[in-house]
C-alpha cells in the first residue's frame, strides 16, 4: 500500500521561512508528477506547486518567487521550501503524486500538514 507522508509544517512569523517535505513509500515503480496543496478554512483546495519526473516546475502566482518546489527521485521525495510568508499562506498543505505502484496507477494524497503564519 503506497503512503505519502508529509512532514515539516508549523507556526511561524510573517517573512519566516519553512521546509515541507513528503516521501512516498511502498512498492513503487515510478512517479510522474508530484505536487503541493493547500487548503484554507472554508475554502477550496488548491494547486500550490508542481513538479514533473524530469524537473519542470509551475507555481500559483501567489507564491511565484517565494516558494520552490524540488524533488529526490532517489527517495521519492518532493520538497516545498516556503521563503517570505505571509499570514494568507495559512493552510493545511497537502501532497499528491501521480504513480505507478503495485496498485496500478493512481494519484494518492498525503495526509496534510498545517502551516500557520501570525502575523
Known amino acids: 500500500q503506497v503512503q505519502l507522508v508529509e512532514s515539516g509544517g508549523g507556526l511561524v512569523q510573517a517573512g519566516g521561512s519553512l521546509r515541507l517535505s513528503c516521501a512516498a513509500s511502498?512498492?513503487?515503480?515510478?512517479?510522474?508528477?508530484m505536487g503541493w496543496y493547500r487548503q484554507a478554512p472554508g475554502k477550496q483546495r488548491r494547486l500550490v506547486a508542481s513538479?514533473?519526473?524530469?524537473?519542470?516546475?509551475s507555481y500559483a502566482d501567489s507564491v511565484k518567487g517565494r516558494f520552490t518546489i524540488s524533488r529526490d527521485n532517489a527517495k521519492n521525495t518532493v520538497y516545498l521550501q516556503m521563503n517570505s510568508l505571509k499570514p494568507e499562506d495559512t493552510a493545511v498543505y497537502y501532497c499528491n503524486a501521480d504513480l505507478f505502484s503495485s496498485s496500478g496507477y493512481h494519484t494518492p494524497w498525503g495526509q496534510g500538514t498545517q502551516v500557520t503564519i501570525s502575523s
Open positions: 513538479i514533473t519526473s524530469g524537473g519542470s516546475t
Open positions: 511502498g512498492v513503487i515503480f515510478s512517479i510522474n508528477a
